[in-house]
């Protein structure tokens, strides 16, 4: 792929270098260019080992918030729904040992082991809800999976994308005057692309 240059108002200017490989170049306040150089894979790596880097790496802090908010909740869901069923599976064991004919001593105890809240329902809710908790788990690692690869998409097209140019620069125009091609007169739509870059004819509507 060519090297796209575009000059633009805004302090980084961007350059396409490859299909891998997306460099820019930062004005500081003392006049210098810095090249920074943005690799897909090196974002889709760094937040794929923890979310939020590659976001990081491409310099869009304001996505954190939304990344973090997202997974955490998903985290949060999935620590829930996991105590839970280990309460209710516990409390579902507790219950059935103490209500046997020969329960001991110790299946008795058991049963005041259980969070008093639970203690109340009977065995065919505490195993109603320990089967819906334990899919809730299921649901909720699903989700977080998906939110992490999603992360990981975001952080690899953010690094590909740094090579377009959306400065305020960019703008369309109609120009009258004569095309070239049909050799005809009317106006055309052009589309101007940074200050040093001449307008590109996207498409001609002539009037005879």
Avoid: C
Wanted: hydrophobic share 40%; proline share 5%.
């Amino acid at each position: 792929m060519a090297t796209l240059t575009a000059f633009s108002q805004q302090k980084e200017v961007l350059l396409g270098v490859d299909s891998n490989t997306t460099t820019t170049i930062d004005s500081t306040k003392s006049g210098k260019k810095k090249v920074r150089v943005y690799k897909p894979g090196t974002a889709a790596l760094r937040s794929a080992i923890l979310p939020g880097l590659g976001q990081i790496y491409n310099k869009k802090y304001w996505k954190l918030p939304i990344v973090y908010g997202a997974i955490g909740t998903s985290v949060g869901a999935f620590v829930f729904n996991y105590t839970s069923y280990k309460d209710t599976r516990f409390a579902f064991k507790a219950k059935t040992l103490a209500s046997v004919p020969n329960a001991t001593a110790a299946d008795s105890v058991l049963f005041y082991k259980i969070k008093p809240p639970l203690q109340r329902y009977s065995l065919e809710t505490l195993r109603y809800y320990r089967d819906e908790y334990r899919r809730y788990i299921d649901y909720s690692v699903l989700i977080t999976l998906v939110l992490w690869g999603l992360n990981v998409v975001d952080a690899a097209v953010d690094a590909h994308l740094k090579a377009f140019d959306v400065s305020p620069d960019l703008s369309f125009q109609l120009k009258p005057g004569r095309s070239k091609v049909s050799g005809t007169t009317g106006l055309s739509l052009v589309l101007s692309v940074g200050k040093d870059i001449n307008p590109r004819p996207l498409k001609n509507t002539f009037i005879d």
